[in-house]
Every structure is written in C-alpha cells, then in structure tokens.
C-alpha cells in the first residue's frame, strides 16, 4: 500500500475542489459496503485514487483515533491492528479493521508543521487485490 505522502502527491497532481464528506458524494463504492460510513465527520473529502479516499480533518488526532475505534466494531468489523508512531511531532497511525466484506485500513496522519490531520481510507474487498 503506497504511504499517505505519496498518495497526497498525486492527488495535488489531480484537479480536485474540497468538498464536505456527505453520504452520497457520486464516488464509486463496492456495492455491498459503504464506505462513506467510514467517512470522519468532520472532515472534508480530498480525493479518491483508485479506492483510495483522501480526507483532511482540523479535529485532534485523539477525537479522530477514537472515533474510528468506536464506529469500527459498531459496523460489525473487528479491530486487528493499531499502530501509532511519533517521530519529531511528525504523527501516524495505523487501524485496520475486518469483516466479512474484507478488510478496512484507515491511516491517520498529521506533519509537525501542518495543522491539519490527513486521513486515508482504503477498503480491499475480500477476494480482491
């Protein structure tokens, strides 16, 4: 899985406008998981890269980690991993939650310099690459 700096390098590449992240935002999702649930609320679609989906949030990164900790297993997945690194103030974290459908990986990360938390949301649908 590409790193969230080179994600955020071809979306700047992309002509994208921020946009809220509502619930039916004309992306292509897998039909049967609805990924826009996995959306933070209070952040803002980016872009969308091949599955991928950019979101960029001013919230703390403790609000931001737990609600995905909560609305993980509320949708009947499980959490399997959580990895946090801190590296000069330069902060990421890891969750990848399974289910039926396959596995979700939410990478959170936030650069010293930048106010901002970006947030990608990756979804492998079971029996896919």
């Known amino acids: 899985m590409e790193n969230v700096s080179s994600f955020v390098t071809k979306v700047t590449n992309l002509t994208v406008s921020l946009t809220p992240a509502p619930s039916s935002n004309g992306l292509s999702l897998p039909s049967d998981f609805n990924i826009n649930d996995f959306f933070y609320p209070k952040a803002v679609l980016v872009g969308n890269l091949n599955g991928n989906y950019l979101l960029k949030t001013d919230d703390s990164m403790e609000n931001v980690i737990g609600w995905y900790k909560?609305?993980?297993?509320?949708?009947?997945m499980n959490v399997k991993t959580l990895i946090q690194t801190n590296t000069n103030g330069n902060i990421i974290n890891q969750l990848v939650g399974s289910g039926?459908?396959?596995?979700?990986?939410?990478?959170?990360?936030?650069?010293s310099?930048?106010?901002?938390?970006?947030?990608?949301?990756?979804?492998?649908?079971?029996g896919s690459k």
């Open 70 to 76: 909560n609305k993980i297993p509320s949708s009947k």
């Open 100 to 111: 039926p459908e396959g596995e979700l990986r939410i990478e959170m990360s936030k650069e």
């Open 113 to 126: 310099s930048q106010p901002e938390i970006q947030i990608l949301v990756t979804f492998n649908k079971k």
